[in-house]
């Protein structure tokens, strides 16, 4: 049973870290390339950042660029987004996906707030 369970989330000052963690199971992560999603309330999902299978390439949404990495550790099953400098309309719930399939994780709530 493939399963993405999500980790990490929480409330932080604005200027404070976070990383979440997503944790695959069922499947072999290291064939896949992982994504990270947030949704905002109110506004559609969007894409925050992709890592290749091997972790050799990373792309990432412009706005996010200098706070945010996308990182992974095959041999721990992991996807990582470390999150810096974090900002109030950073607020959402984040998902991490298997970037070419329709397995989600279960989402992970990131509040900005002082």
């Known amino acids: 049973q493939v399963q993405l369970v999500q980790s990490g989330g929480g409330l932080v000052q604005p200027g404070g870290s976070l990383r979440l963690s997503c944790v695959a199971s069922?499947?072999?992560?290291?064939?896949?390339?992982m994504s990270w999603y947030r949704q905002a309330p109110g506004k559609e999902r969007e894409w925050v950042a992709t890592i290749n299978n091997l972790g050799t390439s990373r792309s990432l949404t412009d706005s996010l660029k200098g706070r945010f990495t996308i990182s992974r550790d095959n041999a721990k099953n992991t996807v990582y987004l470390q999150m810096n400098s974090l900002k109030p309309e950073d607020t959402a719930v984040y998902y991490c996906k298997a970037t070419s399939r329709g397995w989600w994780g279960q989402g992970s709530q990131v509040t900005v707030s002082s």
């Open positions: 069922g499947f072999s992560l290291s064939d896949y390339a």
